[in-house]
Nanobody, 122 residues
Framework: QVQLVESGGGLVQAGGSLRLSCAAS????????MGWFRQAPGKEREFVAY????????YYTDSVRGRFTISRDNAKNTVYLQMNSLKPEDTAFYYC???????????????WGQGTQVTVSS
């Protein structure tokens, strides 16, 4: 079992930045691809970004590409999401997740954190 705990959310003005962290325990972190997802009120949970287990491969949804950066530190069992140039439409609950495959598919992620709220004011 892998436990994931997100942190770093908060309230920020449009144009600002936040860095989310997700600390993993209870498993071999370096064997999992990691993803970030988000869910706004009344909407389905959507893919944001993933990073392969080695950290070599990353992928972003179109709406965040160029503004967000996913990274990981396998020595610290932690994955990060650096969010720059934030927009009000980025407001959502952000979740990290672990998968045995590198994928955008929500259903292929085995473990999920509890989420952290990001609110961007205009």
């Amino acid at each position: 079992q892998v436990q994931l705990v997100e942190s770093g959310g908060g309230l920020v003005q449009a144009g600002g930045s936040l860095r989310l962290s997700c600390a993993a325990s209870g498993g071999t972190f370096s064997s999992y691809a990691m993803g970030w997802f988000r869910q706004a009120p009344g909407k389905e949970r959507e893919f944001v970004a993933y990073i392969s287990s080695s950290g070599v491969r990353t992928y972003y949804t179109d709406s965040v590409r160029g503004r967000f950066t996913i990274s990981r530190d396998n020595a610290k069992n932690t994955v990060y999401l650096q969010m720059n140039s934030l927009k009000p439409e980025d407001t959502a609950f952000y979740y990290c997740a672990a998968s045995r495959v590198t994928t955008r598919e929500r259903g292929l992620y085995d473990y999920w954190g509890q989420g952290t709220q990001v609110t961007v004011s205009s």
